[in-house]
C-alpha cells in the first residue's frame, strides 16, 4: 500500500521562529555534564506545554528525561539528543554567547561553560520534533520516545540512565536514532553503513621523577623531560604502527608538572586520549601506548612505575546496515541531493550506542551540518576548510542558526516516520 510522502507530512512545520529562541537560550545557559539540571527542567516545562500526551519520566541517571508518546499499535522509536555543555570560555562574539560559570564537580574548579559541540541544537532539534510528530499522529502509529540525556561528555551519561532502570520505566524501543551537528555546510545531511564514528579511551598517566633545585638537575629526575619524551614517542604509534589503511589518533591533551621555574618537580601528569575505529586497532595502540610510558620511564631513571588510569571509555559508533539502508531511501526521498549516504567516518565518539546495545535492539546516528553557507563555500573556495571553519569543541564553534535548525528537526521527524509512517 501506499505512504503520504515525507515532504506531504512535513509541511505544516511547527513555528520554527520560537524555537530559534529557544535555541538561544539554551545556548547561552549551558550546564557541565552531571548538572543539567536547568536544562532538563526546561526541557520538562516544553514537552508538558505541548499538551501533546507526552509521559514524562525524569531524573533518571542523573539529569535525563524521557517523553512517551502512545499512538496505537506499531513499533517503538526511540530519538535522542544529549545535553551537557564543556568547559570552555566562548570566543564566537555571538549576541547570545555564553557568559556562564560553573564548579565543575569532577575537580571542584570554577570554569567558563560553553556548548561547543551542539548539544544546545541538538536539544532543540528534538523538542521541535516532538511537537510536529505529536501534530501528525494521524499519520503514524506506534510509539515514541524522545530521550534527553545528560553527561556524553563524559561517556557516562547512556550508561548511567541504562543501569538506573531506563528500560523499566519506559517500554523497550524497536530502534533508537540520533544524529550530530557538525561542522559541514548547513542542510547537509550525512549517514553511512557500519563505523560511522570511532572509540575513544582517554588516560590520566602520572609519571615519577625525584624533586631538586633547579640547579642541581644531576641529582634530581627531571618528569617535565621524562613527560616531554613520552608525548613524543606517543605521537610515532599512529605514523609508525598503526595500518596506514585504519584510523587512529592519539593525544596528549594536558601536561601539568611543577609550579615554579627553579623547582625540578617529582611528578608530571598527561592526560592522553586515544580514537580508534576498529577493536583491533583500538588494542594494538593501548598496548603501544602502555609499553612507550614504562619504557620512558625506565630509560629516565624514575624511582618507580608510571600510574596509568583509564578516566573514559566510548565504544565504536556502528550504524545497523538494515536501519542505514531504510534511512538512506527517506532522506534521499526528502534531502535530495543534500543526502549523503557514504559520509566519511570520524573519530569523534559517542555513547549513543549504550541505549541500543544494552538491550540488543539496532541503531543509527547520522550527522548534520551547521555551517554559515557564505562561509562554508568562501573557505571551499580558497583551499581553507580547516583553518576559516571551526569545528567542534573549538571556543569559536557556533553553528548558524538556520537551516541548521530546520534540517536538524526535519531528519529527526523523517527518521521516526521511516518506522512509524501509516500506509494509505
Known amino acids: 500500500m501506499a505512504e503520504q510522502s515525507l515532504v506531504d507530512l512535513l509541511s505544516e512545520q511547527p513555528n520554527l521562529s520560537s524555537y530559534e529562541v529557544l535555541y538561544k537560550k539554551f545556548h547561552s545557559h549551558p550546564e557541565l555534564s552531571l548538572q543539567e539540571r536547568e536544562t532538563a527542567s526546561t526541557v520538562a516545562s516544553h514537552l508538558e506545554s505541548l499538551e501533546a500526551g507526552y509521559e514524562l519520566c525524569t531524573s533518571i541517571g542523573g539529569h535525563g528525561l524521557v517523553g512517551v508518546l502512545s499512538n496505537g499499535p506499531g513499533p517503538t522509536v526511540l530519538l535522542r539528543a544529549d545535553m551537557d555543555g564543556l568547559p570552555i570560555l566562548e570566543l564566537t562574539g555571538l549576541p547570545y554567547a555564553s557568559k556562564v560559570t560553573m564548579k565543575d564537580i569532577a575537580d571542584g574548579v570554577e570554569k567558563p561553560v560553553m556548548h561547543a559541540c551542539g548539544h544546545d541544537m541538538h536539544i532543540t532539534c528534538l523538542l521541535a520534533a516532538a511537537e510536529h510528530l505529536a501534530h501528525i499522529k494521524y499519520a503514524w502509529s506506534g510509539t515514541l520516545i524522545v530521550l534527553f540525556q545528560p553527561n556524553e561528555e563524559r561517556a557516562a551519561g547512556a550508561q548511567a540512565m541504562v543501569d538506573d532502570g531506563l528500560y523499566e520505566k519506559i517500554p523497550i524501543p524497536d530502534y533508537v536514532l540520533g544524529q550530530h551537528v557538525l561542522p559541514l555546510r548547513a542542510g547537509r545531511v550525512g549517514n553511512r553503513k557500519g563505523v560511522i564514528m570511532g572509540a575513544a579511551d582517554s588516560f590520566k598517566v602520572t609519571v615519577w621523577g625525584r624533586g631538586g633545585h633547579g640547579s642541581m638537575p644531576h641529582r634530581s629526575v627531571d618528569p617535565v623531560v621524562l613527560a616531554a619524551n613520552v608525548v613524543l614517542r606517543l605521537q610515532g604509534i599512529v605514523s609508525r604502527e598503526v595500518n596506514p589503511s585504519e584510523m587512529a589518533v592519539v593525544t596528549v591533551g594536558s601536561v601539568q608538572a611543577g609550579s ?161 509512517r501509516k500506509s494509505l
Not at 617529582?266 to 592526560?271: G, S
Not at 534531502?335 to 557514504?342: A, R, S, T
Not at 557556533?398 to 534540517?407: A, E, F, I
Open 260 to 420: 615554579t621555574e627553579n623547582v625540578i618537580a617529582d611528578h608530571a601528569i598527561l592526560k592522553v586520549n586515544i580514537r580508534t575505529t576498529s577493536s583491533q586497532t583500538r588494542e594494538r595502540v593501548l598496548a603501544a601506548m602502555r609499553r612507550i610510558i614504562k619504557a620512558e620511564c625506565e630509560a629516565s631513571n624514575s624511582p618507580k612505575e608510571p600510574l596509568i588510569e583509564p578516566t573514559t571509555r566510548f565504544p565504536l559508533t556502528i550504524n545497523n546496515d538494515n536501519v542505514a539502508d531504510r534511512l538512506a531511501s527517506s532522506f534521499t526521498e526528502f534531502f535530495k541531493e543534500d543526502f549523503d549516504p557514504e559520509e566519511p567516518p570520524t573519530n569523534g565518539s559517542e555513547d549513543v550506542s549504550i541505549l541500543a546495545s544494552s538491550i540488543g535492539k539496532p541503531y543509527n546516528f547520522w550527522f548534520f551540518g551547521g555551517v554559515d553557507h557564505g562561509l562554508w563555500d568562501r573557505a571551499e573556495k580558497e583551499g581553507r576548510l580547516f583553518e576559516d571553519v571551526p569545528a567542534n569543541h573549538s571556543a569559536y564553534f557556533g553553528p548558524t542558526v538556520q537551516p541548521t535548525l530546520r534540517v536538524g528537526y526535519e531528519a529527526l521527524c523523517v527518521a521516526a516516520l521511516t518506522f512509524l
